[in-house]
Protein backbone atom coordinates (compact mmCIF):
# COMPACT_ATOMS: atom_id res chain seq x y z
CA UNK A 1 0.00 0.00 0.00
CA UNK A 2 1.10 3.21 -1.48
CA UNK A 3 1.79 6.00 2.19
CA UNK A 4 -0.64 8.40 0.80
CA UNK A 5 -3.44 5.67 0.71
CA UNK A 6 -2.51 4.86 4.26
CA UNK A 7 -2.64 8.47 5.47
CA UNK A 8 -6.36 8.52 3.79
CA UNK A 9 -7.52 5.47 5.48
CA UNK A 10 -5.65 6.84 8.78
CA UNK A 11 -7.01 10.14 8.34
CA UNK A 12 -10.62 8.89 7.55
CA UNK A 13 -10.77 6.36 10.63
CA UNK A 14 -9.90 9.41 13.07
CA UNK A 15 -12.94 11.45 11.56
CA UNK A 16 -14.88 7.97 12.56
CA UNK A 17 -13.92 7.70 15.78
CA UNK A 18 -13.96 11.07 16.80
CA UNK A 19 -17.55 11.17 14.61
CA UNK A 20 -18.96 8.77 16.97
CA UNK A 21 -17.77 10.19 20.09
CA UNK A 22 -19.83 13.86 19.68
CA UNK A 23 -22.06 13.24 16.63
CA UNK A 24 -22.87 16.41 16.85
CA UNK A 25 -20.78 18.80 18.25
CA UNK A 26 -19.98 21.95 17.12
CA UNK A 27 -16.87 25.01 18.38
CA UNK A 28 -19.87 27.33 18.98
CA UNK A 29 -23.42 27.13 20.05
CA UNK A 30 -26.29 27.15 18.04
CA UNK A 31 -28.80 30.25 17.93
CA UNK A 32 -31.94 30.40 17.79
CA UNK A 33 -33.63 33.83 17.70
CA UNK A 34 -37.30 34.01 18.18
CA UNK A 35 -38.85 37.43 17.81
CA UNK A 36 -42.69 37.95 17.73
CA UNK A 37 -44.65 41.09 16.29
CA UNK A 38 -46.42 43.26 18.97
CA UNK A 39 -46.78 40.78 21.42
CA UNK A 40 -47.98 42.55 24.58
CA UNK A 41 -46.25 42.40 28.34
CA UNK A 42 -49.19 40.12 29.81
CA UNK A 43 -49.84 38.31 26.45
CA UNK A 44 -47.50 35.73 28.75
CA UNK A 45 -48.50 33.56 30.91
CA UNK A 46 -44.77 33.96 33.07
CA UNK A 47 -46.17 37.75 33.59
CA UNK A 48 -49.46 36.62 35.45
CA UNK A 49 -51.82 36.56 32.97
CA UNK A 50 -54.38 33.15 33.49
CA UNK A 51 -56.20 34.37 29.88
CA UNK A 52 -54.23 33.05 27.32
CA UNK A 53 -52.34 30.14 27.70
CA UNK A 54 -48.33 30.61 26.49
CA UNK A 55 -47.44 26.80 27.85
CA UNK A 56 -44.40 26.49 25.40
CA UNK A 57 -42.85 30.13 25.68
CA UNK A 58 -43.66 30.02 30.13
CA UNK A 59 -41.63 26.48 29.65
CA UNK A 60 -38.86 27.51 28.21
CA UNK A 61 -38.73 30.97 30.49
CA UNK A 62 -38.91 29.66 33.17
CA UNK A 63 -35.68 27.71 32.47
CA UNK A 64 -33.87 30.22 31.46
CA UNK A 65 -33.56 33.73 32.52
CA UNK A 66 -36.68 36.14 32.44
CA UNK A 67 -36.03 39.53 31.26
CA UNK A 68 -37.66 41.55 33.23
CA UNK A 69 -35.63 45.01 32.96
CA UNK A 70 -35.63 44.43 29.42
CA UNK A 71 -36.39 47.67 26.85
CA UNK A 72 -37.07 47.63 23.31
CA UNK A 73 -37.81 50.42 20.86
CA UNK A 74 -41.80 51.14 20.59
CA UNK A 75 -42.42 50.31 17.25
CA UNK A 76 -41.06 47.91 14.78
CA UNK A 77 -38.53 49.25 12.40
CA UNK A 78 -36.52 50.99 14.92
CA UNK A 79 -36.26 47.94 17.16
CA UNK A 80 -35.22 45.53 14.87
CA UNK A 81 -32.89 47.87 13.99
CA UNK A 82 -31.46 48.16 16.93
CA UNK A 83 -31.23 44.07 17.18
CA UNK A 84 -29.76 44.11 14.42
CA UNK A 85 -26.81 47.02 14.45
CA UNK A 86 -26.41 46.93 18.03
CA UNK A 87 -26.94 50.70 17.83
CA UNK A 88 -29.78 53.17 18.96
CA UNK A 89 -32.15 53.93 16.14
CA UNK A 90 -31.09 57.46 16.85
CA UNK A 91 -27.87 56.51 15.34
CA UNK A 92 -28.81 54.86 12.28
CA UNK A 93 -31.33 57.16 11.10
CA UNK A 94 -34.15 54.68 12.33
CA UNK A 95 -35.73 56.59 15.05
CA UNK A 96 -39.00 57.76 13.23
CA UNK A 97 -41.83 55.54 12.96
CA UNK A 98 -41.54 52.75 10.85
CA UNK A 99 -40.67 51.57 7.25
CA UNK A 100 -43.15 52.50 4.95
CA UNK A 101 -43.68 49.75 2.24
CA UNK A 102 -43.34 52.77 -0.44
CA UNK A 103 -40.08 54.29 0.75
CA UNK A 104 -36.98 53.94 -1.04
CA UNK A 105 -35.37 53.25 1.75
CA UNK A 106 -33.89 50.77 4.25
CA UNK A 107 -31.53 49.85 7.25
CA UNK A 108 -28.33 52.12 5.84
CA UNK A 109 -25.97 49.75 3.96
CA UNK A 110 -23.03 50.92 5.70
CA UNK A 111 -24.11 49.05 8.98
CA UNK A 112 -22.86 45.56 9.58
CA UNK A 113 -25.69 43.35 11.34
CA UNK A 114 -25.72 40.71 13.22
CA UNK A 115 -26.08 37.65 10.71
CA UNK A 116 -23.12 38.79 9.11
CA UNK A 117 -20.87 39.05 12.02
CA UNK A 118 -21.91 35.34 12.99
CA UNK A 119 -21.57 34.36 9.33
CA UNK A 120 -17.85 35.28 9.63
CA UNK A 121 -17.89 32.76 12.48
CA UNK A 122 -19.01 30.34 10.74
CA UNK A 123 -22.23 30.61 11.38
CA UNK A 124 -24.98 28.91 8.77
CA UNK A 125 -27.38 32.08 8.91
CA UNK A 126 -31.30 31.46 7.95
CA UNK A 127 -34.04 33.79 8.43
CA UNK A 128 -37.53 32.82 8.43
CA UNK A 129 -40.46 35.55 8.86
CA UNK A 130 -40.66 39.53 9.00
CA UNK A 131 -38.02 41.75 7.98
CA UNK A 132 -38.87 45.37 7.96
CA UNK A 133 -35.38 46.30 7.24
CA UNK A 134 -36.04 47.42 3.58
CA UNK A 135 -35.92 46.35 0.25
CA UNK A 136 -36.19 48.67 -2.20
CA UNK A 137 -32.76 47.49 -3.60
CA UNK A 138 -31.72 43.93 -3.44
CA UNK A 139 -28.79 44.81 -1.11
CA UNK A 140 -30.88 45.99 1.51
CA UNK A 141 -32.86 42.64 1.40
CA UNK A 142 -32.04 39.51 4.07
CA UNK A 143 -29.65 37.54 1.51
CA UNK A 144 -27.44 40.41 0.86
CA UNK A 145 -26.65 41.44 4.63
CA UNK A 146 -25.58 37.68 6.23
CA UNK A 147 -28.49 35.48 5.53
CA UNK A 148 -27.84 32.32 3.46
CA UNK A 149 -32.04 32.19 3.02
CA UNK A 150 -34.92 33.83 3.88
CA UNK A 151 -38.51 33.14 3.07
CA UNK A 152 -41.09 35.39 4.80
CA UNK A 153 -42.39 39.13 3.91
CA UNK A 154 -40.23 42.03 3.60
CA UNK A 155 -42.82 44.62 5.11
CA UNK A 156 -44.78 45.59 8.20
CA UNK A 157 -47.61 43.36 8.44
CA UNK A 158 -49.61 40.80 6.37
CA UNK A 159 -52.43 39.08 5.90
CA UNK A 160 -52.11 35.93 7.12
CA UNK A 161 -53.78 33.82 4.75
CA UNK A 162 -53.11 35.59 1.17
CA UNK A 163 -49.83 36.81 1.93
CA UNK A 164 -50.48 40.12 0.59
CA UNK A 165 -49.47 43.32 2.18
CA UNK A 166 -51.45 47.15 1.86
CA UNK A 167 -50.32 50.43 2.18
CA UNK A 168 -53.76 52.73 1.29
CA UNK A 169 -54.53 52.52 -2.00
CA UNK A 170 -51.28 50.15 -2.76
CA UNK A 171 -51.96 46.02 -2.23
CA UNK A 172 -49.66 43.62 -3.55
CA UNK A 173 -48.49 40.13 -2.61
CA UNK A 174 -45.64 40.09 -0.13
CA UNK A 175 -44.42 36.34 0.59
CA UNK A 176 -40.17 35.95 -0.54
CA UNK A 177 -37.77 33.09 -0.91
CA UNK A 178 -34.78 35.36 -1.61
CA UNK A 179 -36.11 37.81 -4.24
CA UNK A 180 -38.78 35.56 -5.74
CA UNK A 181 -41.80 36.19 -5.06
CA UNK A 182 -43.41 32.83 -3.11
CA UNK A 183 -47.08 32.13 -5.34
CA UNK A 184 -47.43 28.57 -3.70
CA UNK A 185 -48.40 28.83 0.00
CA UNK A 186 -51.58 31.04 -0.70
CA UNK A 187 -53.80 29.84 2.12
CA UNK A 188 -51.51 28.14 4.38
CA UNK A 189 -51.35 30.49 7.64
CA UNK A 190 -48.13 32.41 8.20
CA UNK A 191 -47.53 31.28 11.72
CA UNK A 192 -47.69 27.58 10.58
CA UNK A 193 -45.63 27.94 7.31
CA UNK A 194 -42.90 30.03 9.79
CA UNK A 195 -42.75 27.33 12.04
CA UNK A 196 -42.45 24.92 9.49
CA UNK A 197 -39.86 26.30 7.41
CA UNK A 198 -38.50 26.98 11.04
CA UNK A 199 -38.37 23.27 11.28
CA UNK A 200 -37.01 22.50 7.82
CA UNK A 201 -34.03 24.59 8.64
CA UNK A 202 -33.47 22.85 11.66
CA UNK A 203 -33.68 19.72 9.97
CA UNK A 204 -31.73 20.16 7.55
CA UNK A 205 -29.41 21.36 9.77
CA UNK A 206 -29.24 18.62 12.23
CA UNK A 207 -28.55 15.89 8.91
CA UNK A 208 -26.24 18.40 7.63
CA UNK A 209 -24.37 17.97 11.36
CA UNK A 210 -24.73 14.22 11.37
CA UNK A 211 -23.04 14.18 7.48
CA UNK A 212 -20.22 16.44 8.54
CA UNK A 213 -16.74 15.92 9.69
CA UNK A 214 -15.75 17.33 12.66
CA UNK A 215 -14.07 20.32 11.78
CA UNK A 216 -16.44 21.24 9.24
CA UNK A 217 -19.65 21.13 11.63
CA UNK A 218 -21.00 24.93 11.99
CA UNK A 219 -23.27 25.81 14.02
CA UNK A 220 -26.76 27.49 13.05
CA UNK A 221 -28.00 31.15 13.70
CA UNK A 222 -31.57 30.68 12.74
CA UNK A 223 -33.41 33.80 13.30
CA UNK A 224 -37.04 33.29 13.01
CA UNK A 225 -39.47 36.40 12.83
CA UNK A 226 -42.99 35.73 13.13
CA UNK A 227 -46.04 38.37 11.95
CA UNK A 228 -47.59 36.78 14.89
CA UNK A 229 -49.27 38.78 16.94
CA UNK A 230 -49.62 42.31 14.66
CA UNK A 231 -53.04 43.29 12.67
CA UNK A 232 -53.49 41.73 9.72
CA UNK A 233 -55.28 43.86 6.63
CA UNK A 234 -57.95 45.93 6.99
CA UNK A 235 -60.23 43.48 5.69
CA UNK A 236 -59.40 40.55 8.00
CA UNK A 237 -57.18 42.57 11.07
CA UNK A 238 -57.28 39.37 13.19
CA UNK A 239 -56.62 36.32 11.58
CA UNK A 240 -57.13 32.86 12.84
CA UNK A 241 -58.34 29.65 12.22
CA UNK A 242 -62.19 29.78 13.17
CA UNK A 243 -61.47 26.56 15.45
CA UNK A 244 -58.96 27.65 17.88
CA UNK A 245 -60.79 31.05 17.84
CA UNK A 246 -63.43 29.06 19.28
CA UNK A 247 -61.29 26.91 22.40
CA UNK A 248 -60.68 30.58 23.42
CA UNK A 249 -64.93 31.30 23.92
CA UNK A 250 -64.53 31.78 27.68
CA UNK A 251 -63.14 35.02 26.31
CA UNK A 252 -65.97 37.54 26.36
CA UNK A 253 -64.54 40.12 23.79
CA UNK A 254 -64.55 38.61 19.90
CA UNK A 255 -61.33 40.92 19.55
CA UNK A 256 -59.63 40.01 22.27
CA UNK A 257 -60.71 35.95 21.29
CA UNK A 258 -59.49 35.98 18.21
CA UNK A 259 -56.40 37.98 19.74
CA UNK A 260 -55.78 34.80 21.75
CA UNK A 261 -55.87 32.51 19.12
CA UNK A 262 -53.29 34.43 16.83
CA UNK A 263 -50.96 33.86 20.17
CA UNK A 264 -52.26 30.94 20.74
CA UNK A 265 -50.24 29.43 17.16
CA UNK A 266 -47.16 31.93 18.42
CA UNK A 267 -46.70 29.48 21.69
CA UNK A 268 -47.20 26.69 19.60
CA UNK A 269 -44.48 27.68 17.25
CA UNK A 270 -42.19 27.66 20.40
CA UNK A 271 -42.61 24.33 20.75
CA UNK A 272 -42.22 22.80 17.70
CA UNK A 273 -39.49 24.42 17.24
CA UNK A 274 -37.76 23.34 20.55
CA UNK A 275 -39.33 19.77 19.63
CA UNK A 276 -36.97 19.99 16.16
CA UNK A 277 -33.44 21.25 18.22
CA UNK A 278 -34.63 18.12 20.44
CA UNK A 279 -35.06 15.85 17.90
CA UNK A 280 -31.58 16.75 16.06
CA UNK A 281 -29.44 16.50 18.99
CA UNK A 282 -28.99 19.97 18.95
CA UNK A 283 -30.60 21.41 22.04
CA UNK A 284 -27.87 20.84 24.90
CA UNK A 285 -25.83 23.46 22.84
CA UNK A 286 -28.33 25.96 21.72
CA UNK A 287 -28.91 29.60 22.83
CA UNK A 288 -32.70 30.27 22.57
CA UNK A 289 -33.96 34.17 23.01
CA UNK A 290 -37.35 34.65 22.79
CA UNK A 291 -38.73 38.79 22.47
CA UNK A 292 -41.36 40.63 21.32
CA UNK A 293 -40.21 43.87 18.63
CA UNK A 294 -42.04 46.23 21.16
CA UNK A 295 -44.94 46.45 23.67
CA UNK A 296 -48.48 45.07 22.70
CA UNK A 297 -51.06 47.10 20.63
CA UNK A 298 -53.86 47.42 23.03
CA UNK A 299 -57.56 48.18 23.36
CA UNK A 300 -58.01 48.71 19.29
CA UNK A 301 -54.84 50.06 18.41
CA UNK A 302 -53.51 48.86 14.79
CA UNK A 303 -57.09 47.17 15.11
CA UNK A 304 -55.03 44.97 17.60
CA UNK A 305 -56.05 43.76 21.20
CA UNK A 306 -52.93 42.88 23.12
CA UNK A 307 -52.59 43.46 26.86
CA UNK A 308 -49.41 45.37 28.52
CA UNK A 309 -51.77 45.31 31.90
CA UNK A 310 -50.78 46.73 34.64
CA UNK A 311 -47.89 48.51 32.47
CA UNK A 312 -48.71 52.60 30.95
CA UNK A 313 -49.77 52.77 27.40
CA UNK A 314 -48.86 50.26 24.82
CA UNK A 315 -46.89 50.03 21.01
CA UNK A 316 -45.80 53.10 19.65
CA UNK A 317 -45.81 55.21 23.23
CA UNK A 318 -42.73 55.36 25.71
CA UNK A 319 -44.20 54.38 28.45
CA UNK A 320 -43.67 51.23 29.37
CA UNK A 321 -46.20 49.46 27.68
CA UNK A 322 -44.68 50.30 24.46
CA UNK A 323 -40.97 49.57 25.89
CA UNK A 324 -40.62 47.56 28.49
CA UNK A 325 -40.28 44.14 26.68
CA UNK A 326 -41.36 40.29 27.12
CA UNK A 327 -38.37 38.22 26.66
CA UNK A 328 -36.37 35.48 28.04
CA UNK A 329 -33.30 33.27 27.22
CA UNK A 330 -32.59 29.92 27.60
CA UNK A 331 -29.29 28.27 27.61
CA UNK A 332 -27.18 25.61 28.99
CA UNK A 333 -24.13 27.64 28.84
CA UNK A 334 -25.95 30.13 30.99
CA UNK A 335 -24.69 29.90 34.81
CA UNK A 336 -27.38 30.99 36.89
CA UNK A 337 -31.10 29.65 35.13
CA UNK A 338 -34.57 29.90 36.72
CA UNK A 339 -34.16 33.43 37.59
CA UNK A 340 -36.22 36.40 36.97
CA UNK A 341 -33.66 39.01 35.82
CA UNK A 342 -33.92 42.58 37.21
CA UNK A 343 -30.63 43.50 35.37
CA UNK A 344 -31.26 46.56 32.82
CA UNK A 345 -31.19 45.40 28.88
CA UNK A 346 -31.60 46.99 26.10
CA UNK A 347 -32.67 45.14 22.55
CA UNK A 348 -29.61 46.49 20.82
CA UNK A 349 -27.36 44.37 23.49
CA UNK A 350 -27.78 41.12 22.01
CA UNK A 351 -25.50 41.94 19.12
CA UNK A 352 -22.24 42.06 21.69
CA UNK A 353 -24.05 39.64 24.49
CA UNK A 354 -24.12 36.91 21.64
CA UNK A 355 -21.23 37.97 19.85
CA UNK A 356 -19.74 36.90 24.12
CA UNK A 357 -21.69 33.82 24.44
CA UNK A 358 -20.16 32.39 21.42
CA UNK A 359 -16.57 33.19 22.39
CA UNK A 360 -15.97 35.90 20.30
CA UNK A 361 -14.20 38.82 20.60
CA UNK A 362 -16.32 42.08 21.14
CA UNK A 363 -13.58 44.07 20.63
CA UNK A 364 -14.07 46.22 16.97
CA UNK A 365 -17.92 46.66 18.37
CA UNK A 366 -16.81 49.68 20.44
CA UNK A 367 -19.05 51.76 18.07
CA UNK A 368 -21.96 50.68 18.93
CA UNK A 369 -24.49 51.37 21.88
CA UNK A 370 -25.25 47.68 23.04
CA UNK A 371 -23.55 46.28 26.03
CA UNK A 372 -21.70 42.96 26.64
CA UNK A 373 -24.69 41.43 28.74
CA UNK A 374 -23.41 37.64 28.48
CA UNK A 375 -21.54 37.00 31.68
CA UNK A 376 -23.80 39.10 33.88
CA UNK A 377 -27.04 37.35 32.56
CA UNK A 378 -24.69 33.76 32.83
CA UNK A 379 -23.69 34.63 36.43
CA UNK A 380 -26.20 37.18 37.68
CA UNK A 381 -23.77 40.12 38.25
CA UNK A 382 -24.50 43.29 37.85
CA UNK A 383 -24.65 44.59 34.01
CA UNK A 384 -22.69 47.24 32.66
CA UNK A 385 -25.44 48.99 31.59
CA UNK A 386 -26.47 51.61 33.98
CA UNK A 387 -29.05 54.08 31.13
CA UNK A 388 -31.23 52.80 28.44
CA UNK A 389 -32.13 55.46 25.79
CA UNK A 390 -36.02 54.40 24.44
CA UNK A 391 -36.02 56.71 21.73
CA UNK A 392 -35.54 60.54 20.82
CA UNK A 393 -37.88 61.29 18.09
CA UNK A 394 -37.36 65.05 16.91
CA UNK A 395 -40.41 64.80 14.31
CA UNK A 396 -42.50 63.60 16.83
CA UNK A 397 -40.78 65.63 19.61
CA UNK A 398 -40.99 63.24 22.04
CA UNK A 399 -38.58 61.42 23.78
CA UNK A 400 -37.68 59.34 26.96
CA UNK A 401 -34.85 57.47 28.86
CA UNK A 402 -34.39 54.91 31.50
CA UNK A 403 -31.14 55.84 34.04
CA UNK A 404 -30.94 53.71 37.08
CA UNK A 405 -34.72 53.17 38.50
CA UNK A 406 -35.63 56.73 37.70
CA UNK A 407 -37.53 57.23 34.13
CA UNK A 408 -38.19 60.67 32.18
CA UNK A 409 -40.82 60.96 29.70
CA UNK A 410 -40.68 64.15 27.26
CA UNK A 411 -43.68 64.87 24.93
CA UNK A 412 -45.82 62.04 22.87
CA UNK A 413 -45.93 60.50 19.86
CA UNK A 414 -49.74 59.75 19.80
CA UNK A 415 -50.79 63.79 20.82
CA UNK A 416 -50.83 62.78 24.59
CA UNK A 417 -53.70 59.98 23.93
CA UNK A 418 -53.40 56.14 24.37
CA UNK A 419 -51.55 56.88 28.02
CA UNK A 420 -54.03 54.76 29.92
CA UNK A 421 -53.63 51.24 31.45
CA UNK A 422 -55.57 48.88 29.30
CA UNK A 423 -56.42 45.32 29.88
CA UNK A 424 -57.47 42.59 30.72
CA UNK A 425 -55.58 41.68 33.48
CA UNK A 426 -56.52 38.24 32.95
CA UNK A 427 -56.07 37.56 36.73
CA UNK A 428 -59.56 35.98 36.94
CA UNK A 429 -59.07 32.45 36.03
CA UNK A 430 -56.56 29.94 36.97
CA UNK A 431 -53.08 28.82 35.59
CA UNK A 432 -52.72 25.85 34.44
CA UNK A 433 -49.16 24.66 35.55
CA UNK A 434 -49.79 21.24 34.35
CA UNK A 435 -49.91 22.58 30.40
CA UNK A 436 -46.68 23.86 31.22
CA UNK A 437 -44.89 20.60 32.78
CA UNK A 438 -47.00 19.03 29.50
CA UNK A 439 -45.70 20.95 26.71
CA UNK A 440 -44.13 19.94 23.60
CA UNK A 441 -40.97 22.85 25.13
CA UNK A 442 -40.80 20.97 28.47
CA UNK A 443 -40.92 17.31 27.02
CA UNK A 444 -37.85 18.09 25.07
CA UNK A 445 -36.08 20.00 27.86
CA UNK A 446 -36.61 16.76 30.08
CA UNK A 447 -35.50 14.48 27.66
CA UNK A 448 -32.32 16.01 27.99
CA UNK A 449 -32.39 16.80 31.80
CA UNK A 450 -33.07 20.58 31.98
CA UNK A 451 -36.38 19.80 34.44
CA UNK A 452 -38.99 22.07 35.89
CA UNK A 453 -41.13 21.69 38.75
CA UNK A 454 -44.38 23.27 39.79
CA UNK A 455 -42.57 24.78 42.77
CA UNK A 456 -40.32 26.47 40.75
CA UNK A 457 -43.10 28.01 38.15
CA UNK A 458 -45.09 29.41 41.41
CA UNK A 459 -41.88 30.84 42.47
CA UNK A 460 -40.65 32.50 39.02
CA UNK A 461 -44.15 33.83 37.66
CA UNK A 462 -44.89 35.57 41.18
CA UNK A 463 -41.57 37.36 41.01
CA UNK A 464 -41.80 38.23 37.05
CA UNK A 465 -45.52 39.20 37.82
CA UNK A 466 -45.42 43.52 38.32
CA UNK A 467 -47.44 44.74 40.83
CA UNK A 468 -48.29 48.15 41.03
CA UNK A 469 -50.40 51.00 42.97
CA UNK A 470 -48.76 51.13 46.10
CA UNK A 471 -47.92 47.17 46.70
CA UNK A 472 -46.59 47.28 49.99
CA UNK A 473 -44.04 44.34 49.38
CA UNK A 474 -42.83 46.38 46.49
CA UNK A 475 -42.06 50.10 48.29
CA UNK A 476 -40.69 48.00 51.56
CA UNK A 477 -37.40 49.16 50.74
CA UNK A 478 -38.00 52.90 49.48
CA UNK A 479 -36.66 54.51 52.35
CA UNK A 480 -37.44 58.14 52.08
CA UNK A 481 -39.17 57.42 48.98
CA UNK A 482 -42.04 55.65 50.65
CA UNK A 483 -44.41 58.78 51.24
CA UNK A 484 -43.97 59.62 47.80
CA UNK A 485 -45.40 56.21 46.86
CA UNK A 486 -48.65 56.76 48.61
CA UNK A 487 -51.50 58.51 48.54
CA UNK A 488 -53.69 58.98 45.19
CA UNK A 489 -51.82 59.22 42.04
CA UNK A 490 -49.44 62.24 40.48
CA UNK A 491 -51.03 63.21 37.29
CA UNK A 492 -48.12 63.57 34.45
CA UNK A 493 -49.09 66.29 31.39
CA UNK A 494 -46.48 65.01 28.97
CA UNK A 495 -47.45 67.05 26.31
CA UNK A 496 -46.84 70.40 28.71
CA UNK A 497 -44.04 69.50 30.48
CA UNK A 498 -41.58 66.40 31.15
CA UNK A 499 -43.01 63.69 33.92
CA UNK A 500 -40.59 61.69 35.88
CA UNK A 501 -41.19 58.30 37.40
CA UNK A 502 -39.08 55.80 39.95
CA UNK A 503 -39.48 52.55 37.88
CA UNK A 504 -38.58 50.35 40.81
CA UNK A 505 -41.19 51.81 43.65
CA UNK A 506 -43.83 52.75 40.45
CA UNK A 507 -43.36 50.44 37.56
CA UNK A 508 -46.96 51.83 36.35
CA UNK A 509 -45.79 54.95 35.74
CA UNK A 510 -48.85 56.55 38.74
CA UNK A 511 -46.75 58.98 39.95
CA UNK A 512 -44.96 62.01 38.63
CA UNK A 513 -42.39 63.14 40.58
CA UNK A 514 -40.73 65.56 38.52
CA UNK A 515 -41.81 68.28 40.80
CA UNK A 516 -41.15 66.99 43.67
CA UNK A 517 -37.30 65.61 42.49
CA UNK A 518 -36.19 68.81 40.43
CA UNK A 519 -32.90 68.04 40.23
CA UNK A 520 -33.47 63.90 39.37
CA UNK A 521 -35.20 65.56 36.37
CA UNK A 522 -32.77 68.07 35.89
CA UNK A 523 -30.19 64.97 35.64
CA UNK A 524 -32.14 63.00 33.22
CA UNK A 525 -32.56 65.67 30.87
CA UNK A 526 -29.32 66.68 30.58
CA UNK A 527 -28.41 63.01 29.45
CA UNK A 528 -30.88 62.97 27.00
CA UNK A 529 -29.84 65.94 25.38
CA UNK A 530 -26.38 64.80 25.56
CA UNK A 531 -27.72 61.90 23.44
CA UNK A 532 -29.95 64.16 21.11
CA UNK A 533 -26.44 65.85 20.11
CA UNK A 534 -25.36 62.57 18.57
CA UNK A 535 -28.13 62.28 16.73
CA UNK A 536 -28.86 61.75 13.10
CA UNK A 537 -31.24 63.21 11.05
CA UNK A 538 -34.10 60.38 10.68
CA UNK A 539 -33.74 59.39 6.89
CA UNK A 540 -37.44 58.63 6.32
CA UNK A 541 -38.52 59.07 2.40
CA UNK A 542 -41.66 60.22 0.56
CA UNK A 543 -43.83 57.58 -1.03
CA UNK A 544 -42.29 56.57 -4.28
CA UNK A 545 -44.79 55.57 -7.02
CA UNK A 546 -42.56 53.41 -8.43
CA UNK A 547 -42.90 51.05 -5.11
CA UNK A 548 -46.79 50.79 -6.14
CA UNK A 549 -47.11 46.72 -6.66
CA UNK A 550 -50.06 46.94 -9.44
CA UNK A 551 -46.45 48.07 -11.43
CA UNK A 552 -44.52 44.91 -10.66
CA UNK A 553 -47.49 42.13 -10.88
CA UNK A 554 -48.97 42.52 -7.95
CA UNK A 555 -46.13 42.52 -5.96
CA UNK A 556 -44.13 44.21 -3.38
CA UNK A 557 -40.90 44.25 -5.10
CA UNK A 558 -36.88 45.64 -5.24
CA UNK A 559 -38.63 48.64 -7.68
CA UNK A 560 -35.20 50.53 -6.97
CA UNK A 561 -33.69 48.02 -9.02
CA UNK A 562 -35.87 48.39 -11.46
CA UNK A 563 -36.65 51.65 -12.06
CA UNK A 564 -33.25 52.40 -12.66
CA UNK A 565 -33.11 49.22 -14.58
CA UNK A 566 -35.55 50.69 -17.30
CA UNK A 567 -34.18 53.84 -16.82
CA UNK A 568 -30.76 52.59 -18.59
CA UNK A 569 -33.03 50.55 -21.30
CA UNK A 570 -34.68 54.20 -21.65
CA UNK A 571 -31.39 55.59 -22.45
CA UNK A 572 -30.41 52.69 -24.38
CA UNK A 573 -33.12 53.12 -26.60
CA UNK A 574 -33.40 57.03 -27.46
CA UNK A 575 -29.64 57.01 -27.77
CA UNK A 576 -30.47 54.18 -30.84
C1 LIG B 1 -28.34 13.23 14.23
O1 LIG B 1 -27.73 12.93 15.45
C2 LIG B 1 -28.49 13.21 16.61
C3 LIG B 1 -27.71 12.99 17.88
O2 LIG B 1 -26.46 12.57 17.72
C4 LIG B 1 -29.73 12.38 16.59
O3 LIG B 1 -30.51 12.65 17.72
C5 LIG B 1 -30.52 12.67 15.33
O4 LIG B 1 -31.64 11.85 15.25
C6 LIG B 1 -29.64 12.49 14.10
N1 LIG B 1 -30.40 12.98 12.97
C7 LIG B 1 -30.52 12.29 11.84
C8 LIG B 1 -31.31 12.93 10.76
O5 LIG B 1 -30.03 11.20 11.67
C1 LIG C 1 -15.81 29.81 25.77
O1 LIG C 1 -14.54 29.77 26.37
C2 LIG C 1 -14.56 29.37 27.72
C3 LIG C 1 -13.17 29.53 28.29
O2 LIG C 1 -12.21 29.11 27.39
C4 LIG C 1 -15.07 27.95 27.81
O3 LIG C 1 -15.16 27.55 29.15
C5 LIG C 1 -16.47 27.90 27.21
O4 LIG C 1 -16.96 26.59 27.17
C6 LIG C 1 -16.46 28.45 25.79
N1 LIG C 1 -17.81 28.55 25.33
C7 LIG C 1 -18.18 28.20 24.13
C8 LIG C 1 -19.61 28.45 23.81
O5 LIG C 1 -17.44 27.74 23.29
C1 LIG D 1 -54.34 66.78 19.99
O1 LIG D 1 -55.11 66.70 21.17
C2 LIG D 1 -55.81 67.89 21.45
C3 LIG D 1 -56.42 67.76 22.84
O2 LIG D 1 -57.05 66.53 22.99
C4 LIG D 1 -56.82 68.15 20.35
O3 LIG D 1 -57.53 69.34 20.62
C5 LIG D 1 -56.08 68.26 19.03
O4 LIG D 1 -57.00 68.39 17.98
C6 LIG D 1 -55.22 67.04 18.79
N1 LIG D 1 -54.40 67.24 17.62
C7 LIG D 1 -54.25 66.33 16.68
C8 LIG D 1 -53.34 66.66 15.56
O5 LIG D 1 -54.85 65.27 16.70
C1 LIG E 1 -33.35 67.23 20.05
O1 LIG E 1 -32.85 68.19 19.15
C2 LIG E 1 -33.81 68.68 18.22
C3 LIG E 1 -33.16 69.66 17.27
O2 LIG E 1 -31.82 69.41 17.08
C4 LIG E 1 -34.95 69.35 18.95
O3 LIG E 1 -35.93 69.76 18.03
C5 LIG E 1 -35.55 68.39 19.96
O4 LIG E 1 -36.54 69.05 20.72
C6 LIG E 1 -34.49 67.84 20.88
N1 LIG E 1 -35.09 66.81 21.71
C7 LIG E 1 -34.73 66.63 22.98
C8 LIG E 1 -35.47 65.57 23.70
O5 LIG E 1 -33.85 67.25 23.53
Redesign the pocket.
Known amino acids: MNPKALLWILANLYALIDGCQAQSKTERPHIIFIIADDLGWNDVGFHGSNQIPTPNIDALSYRGVILNNYYVAPLCTPSRSALMTGKYPIHTGMQHYVLLNWEARGLPLSERILPEYLKDLGYATHAVGKWHLGFYKKEYTPEYRGFDSHVGHWTGQQDYYDHTATEEHFWGLDMHRGLDPARDIHGIYSTEFYTNEAVKVINSHGDLLNNSEEKQKKPLFLYLAHTAVHSGNYYNPLPAPDETVEQFSGIKDYKRRRYAAIVHWLDESVGRVVEALGENGMLDESIIIFTTDNGGAAAGFDSNFASNWPLKGGKYSLWEGGTRGAASIWSPLLKKTGRVSEQLMHISDWLPTLMSAVNSSTEGLSRIDGFDSWKALSHDIPTARKEALLN ?1 D ?1 IN ?3 AIRRGDWKVV ?2 SALNGSWNDWYGPSGREEEYNVDLVLNSKVSKSMDSYGFFLSADQIAHLRNSATVKCDTDAELIKDAGDMKGDMIGPPIPCYELIKPCLFNIKYDPCERRNLAELYPEKLEEL ?1 SV ?2 K ?3 T ?1 IPPNNMPMDPYSDPSFWDYTWTNFGDKISNSKINEESCSVV
Do not use: K, P, W
Open positions: ISDDAVGLLTYNSA
